[in-house]
């Protein structure tokens, strides 16, 4: 089973260029998830999608753009990067109901600001 | 925020020894996770437990719940190689969406 994919899993980009982090998932899950993850912080949420066409702010949501057109497809945008956006991000999903305690996570795309 | 926070940091033990690590959290919950993360990987479920239970065994993984002292505890017995990982506890304060994750312990185990 395909389950979760990201991409791309590595990327090196300027400061004051848009990226786009893709994410996939295959299980038909209704809630996706963006994190960032930077030593000694954890993992953050920046933001979140309960279904398709609603989004909401996490714990961190500023520099960054979601949508979720499909309930597959969860895009992450840096509109304009910074530095400090140099992260490990790390999409995930999860069902709803008890089956949905479980968070399956994506295997990360690293991301270089210069 | 961090809700949870793990203990110890990090954790060097010989293959086939115990490995114990400790999370603490701050407010009322409804469940606690436990994560796997391998380096340079995504983190991988592990075992849940709800706030009304007190341990759970999932093969050579054993989890404590103390409500009372808002703490959790994961034991790997008999540790394997594999093991070596950063592991995380989740918290989940209701039946939302939202994880509120400690910092991790990395364990290196010793061939």
């Known amino acids: 089973d395909a389950g979760i994919t990201q991409s791309p899993r590595y990327k090196i980009t300027e400061t004051g260029r848009q990226v786009t982090l893709m994410c996939h998932q295959t299980w038909s899950h209704s809630y996706m998830f963006w994190y960032r993850q930077d030593l000694g912080h954890g993992l953050r949420l920046i933001y979140y999608s309960a279904a398709a066409d609603i989004t909401d702010k996490g714990e961190v949501p500023d520099g960054y753009v979601v949508s979720r057109s499909k309930t597959e497809n969860f895009p992450l945008t840096l509109e304009s990067a910074t530095r400090s956006q140099t992260s490990v991000y790390f999409c995930a999903s999860r069902g709803q109901g008890l089956s949905g305690n479980t968070i399956y996570f994506g295997e990360g795309s690293w991301l270089t600001v210069v | 925020s961090q809700q949870g926070e793990e203990d110890p940091q990090a954790l060097s033990i010989q293959e086939g020894e115990n490995a114990t690590m400790n999370c603490s959290y701050k407010?009322?919950?409804?469940?606690l996770q436990w994560y796997r993360q391998n380096s340079g990987r995504g983190l991988v479920h592990l075992i849940l437990i709800r706030s009304n239970e007190r341990e759970k065994h999932s093969g050579r993984l054993r989890v404590t719940l103390d409500t009372s002292k808002k703490s959790s505890s994961l034991l790997i017995t008999a540790s394997r190689a594999a093991d070596t990982a950063s592991y995380f506890c989740a918290t989940n304060m209701d039946s939302n969406y939202q994880l509120i994750w400690g910092a991790g312990t990395k364990l290196i185990i010793k061939p």
């Open positions: 407010t009322s919950i409804n469940n």
